[in-house]
T-cell receptor, first 113, second 113 residues
Framework: NAGVTQTPKFQVLKTGQSMTLQCAQD?????MYWYRQDPGMGLRLIYY???????DKGEVPNGYNVSRLNKREFSLRLESAAPSQTSVYFC????????????FGPGTRLTVT | KQEVTQIPAALSVPEGENLVLNCSFT??????LQWFRQDPGKGLTSLLL?????REQTSGRLNASLDKSSGRSTLYIAASQPGDSATYLC????????????FGRGTSLIVHP
């Protein structure tokens, strides 16, 4: 199993450009998440998808959109990037059996100039 | 609202020491607690998962304990090594099928030779 994979690993955007971060998991997990991690701020939840076909806002959803394409894939879109969106983005999924153990991807480091 | 605190924020110890990392949470009604390790520039790796009905979990030199009534968990690392240098985060999950864990901000550990 590859676990949770994310593409790209690194990206530099200019202000106003758009892009989509891709996430996929091969563990047959129902729930998937997008977080951002900034120095001194910890992990903050952007959006999550409890199951295929549903998405919900987290703590910091402004400026982002998501798509749960199928059970495996959950993408995060920045429509008009801003310097405040410079961050490291992590995708995660949860095993919704009795354990509810969470697994993370390797992250995407995004810089907006 | 659940709050998770990890103290200290940073810790530097000589190789070979046994050490304890702390994780405190304000609401004792939790489903489980998960400890993660994060190396610089990498994603979060799951170390140990303790269900609310358990008191501790062990993996190699790591032992995590849970005391729900006092809102505390500790991660004990025996015979620390330079390779243990990383940031350690804890996350608590509420009961009732909620999919949203609450994360602490982590303890940054340096083990020097």
């Amino acid at each position: 199993n590859a676990g949770v994979t994310q593409t790209p690993k690194f990206q530099v955007l200019k202000t106003g450009q758009s892009m989509t971060l891709q996430c996929a998991q091969d563990m047959n997990h129902n729930s998937m998440y997008w977080y951002r991690q900034d120095p001194g701020m910890g992990l903050r939840l952007i959006y999550y998808s409890a199951s295929e076909g549903t998405t919900d806002k987290g703590e910091v959803p402004n400026g982002y959109n998501v798509s749960r394409l199928n059970k495996r894939e959950f993408s995060l879109r920045l429509e008009s990037a801003a310097p405040s969106q410079t961050s490291v983005y992590f995708c995660a999924s949860i095993q919704r059996d009795s354990s509810y153990e969470q697994y993370f991807g390797p992250g995407t480091r995004l810089t907006v100039t | 609202k659940q709050e998770v605190t990890q103290i200290p924020a940073a810790l530097s110890v000589p190789e070979g020491e046994n050490l304890v990392l702390n994780c405190s949470f304000t609401d004792s009604a939790i489903y489980n607690l998960q400890w993660f390790r994060q190396d610089p520039g990498k994603g979060l790796t799951s170390l140990l998962l303790i269900q609310s009905s358990q008191r501790e979990q062990t993996s190699g030199r790591l032992n995590a304990s849970l005391d729900k009534s006092s809102g505390r968990s500790t991660l004990y690392i025996a015979a620390s090594q330079p390779g243990d240098s990383a940031t350690y985060l804890c996350a608590v999950r509420p009961p009732g099928g909620s999919y949203i864990p609450t994360f602490g901000r982590g303890t940054s550990l340096i083990v020097h030779p």
